[in-house]
């Protein structure tokens, strides 16, 4: 599926006023990127931008240190003195060449991010054992102590904070790290005949080895702690991105009730499209039915240019929902939004398929009363372009039901008033020739990238539908032919009676138009590899290049 584009016309229901979905509403569910507790692909990309982070973070500190200790050397040289400017020299290329390379996201690099892991973290464990053994050696030589825990708080917290772990994997990473100090500090003790006198012969250094040993425990422990925490606050958000049997990656659209997001089966590892009632719709017990509706309705349907519904449930937070197949590509208003009027053959193309689907709908005895171009998908499926998908069976009803519903209030008007049948806001009885007309606005459109109607003003709109005559398409653009505007004109008459009598006579029309088979799968092919949205192809790969061990995608 795809979202709607913001000038994409809404379907009301009146006199309740229709209601724009809101930019910054907040989905039921929210999507934390990252939120899968083990190694998936997800978590393998935020390993890798959190690497990226703190290799660059401390890439500059290494440098703005050793930037530093140029401009102000030590006094005096020794062997560690030279060891340690080496070392600080290496550790500040290494993090600066990792964290660059990882923002030109190497693919080498990407395949290898736990070596990439211990090379950052295990070179600044070396580099600050040499510095606090240097440090240690010259300082109690000249008869004190030096604070050696700073380094080491740093580099416990940064790892803490911003690599993805298990805790106890970090607890073995953070612990190695709080270890090293304590390791310094007992070589040098029995190594060095000045640390005793200084430690235990002056006063002001008693109790200099426990101070050191209990800040690194605390500090280990409130670090791994500090892992536990985050790990279960991910897996929380991984859970929440979970509805029913599927696993929701990311909000692909909005509509007046509901929210569609990019999903995948957790066992089958398929992609699909969840549908979602929107939370302030939740007690709307008419919004409820109507959602209802439209599943049953959509289920009922098996046609190959009708969306297909996977499954229907509701979830143990109370969460409606349902799945149907993905749909790459984009729907009819954001092609020619995009793109322009379309050519008369690929209008013919995508209109017969929608009368096909129309017409499995109309024999079931339903009625679409909403078909507009954002309610009609221009889908790849297989490898096949261009095929039509007809969605949002939302205000279908059963002829029967249509003089007596019980899910719009009486007098309510229901459908996109650019798009709506005369006969949808007057009394008269309503079939299947009202979703003609509305098929007829849209080929209008098609066409020539306008509405037969406009007007900010939904009620002159609608008073146009009823009173008006459209301008002919061919005012808009010349190059149509005769017998497509024929057409055209003919399913927007006023009087049902006018037009044609159901999808299929409309089909075969379209097909004896000379355009008809101009446009042929390698023409589709050709288009979308040329026009397709940049975003959408992203998009589409992401979906369809799934690796089997992938659990989600953020």
Sequence with gaps: ????????????????????????????????????????????????????????????????FFIKNLLFPAEFKTVAHSMLFWDHLTITVLTGIIGFRLCTNCQHMMRHLRVIELLVFGGSATF???MNYTELTTCVEAGYLPTLVPPWLLLIFVYALFIPNTWQRAAVMIGTMASLPLLLLTYVRFTSEHFHTVVYENPHFRGYESSIVILMILSAVTAVWGVHTIGTLRRTAYEAKRIGQYRLKRLLGSGGMGEVYLAEHVMLKRPCAVKVIKPDKAGDLKALARFEQEVQATAKLTHWNSIEIFDYGRADNGTFYYAMEYLPGMNLEQLVEMHGPLPEARVIHLLAQTCDALSEAHAHG??????????????????????????????????????DSRLT????????????????????????????????????????????????????????????????????????????????????????????????????ALLRCDASGSWTREDARSWWECNGCPHKRELDKQVFDLKPAAVTVG
């Excluded at 006199?15 to 692909?41: C, F, K, N, T």
């Excluded at 009885?429 to 007007?455: K, M, N, Q, W």
């Excluded at 008073?463 to 149509?480: G, S, V």
């Design 1 to 64: 599926m795809s979202s709607v584009p913001p000038q994409s016309e809404p379907t009301i229901e009146m006199p309740s006023p229709a209601r724009e979905p809101s930019a910054d509403s907040h989905p039921m569910i929210a999507l934390v990127q990252g939120s899968d507790p083990g190694l998936s692909e997800v978590t393998y990309q935020l390993l890798a931008k959190r690497l990226k982070i703190a290799s660059l973070l401390m890439f500059a500190g290494f440098l703005t």
């Design 128 to 130: 600050f054992l040499i």
């Design 366 to 403: 339903l009625i679409h009363r909403d078909i507009k171009p954002a309610n009609i998908f221009a889908a790849r499926r297989g490898d096949v372009y261009d095929t039509a998908k007809l969605l949002d069976f939302g205000l279908a009803k059963p002829f029967r039901q249509l003089e």
């Design 409 to 508: 209030q009486e007098g309510a008007i229901a459908g996109s008033p650019s798009f709506m049948a005369p006969e949808q806001f007057t009394d008269e009885r309503l079939d299947g020739r009202c979703d003609i007309y509305s098929l007829g606005v849209v080929a209008y459109f098609l066409l020539t990238g306008h509405r037969p109607f406009e007007d900010k003003n939904s009620m002159k709109v609608l008073l146009a539908h009823a009173h008006e005559t459209p301008r002919p398409p061919t005012e808009w653009q010349p190059d149509i032919s005769t017998e497509m505007e024929a057409i055209v004109l003919r399913c927007l008459e006023k009087s049902p009676e006018a037009r044609f009598p159901h999808a299929q006579s409309l089909r075969s």
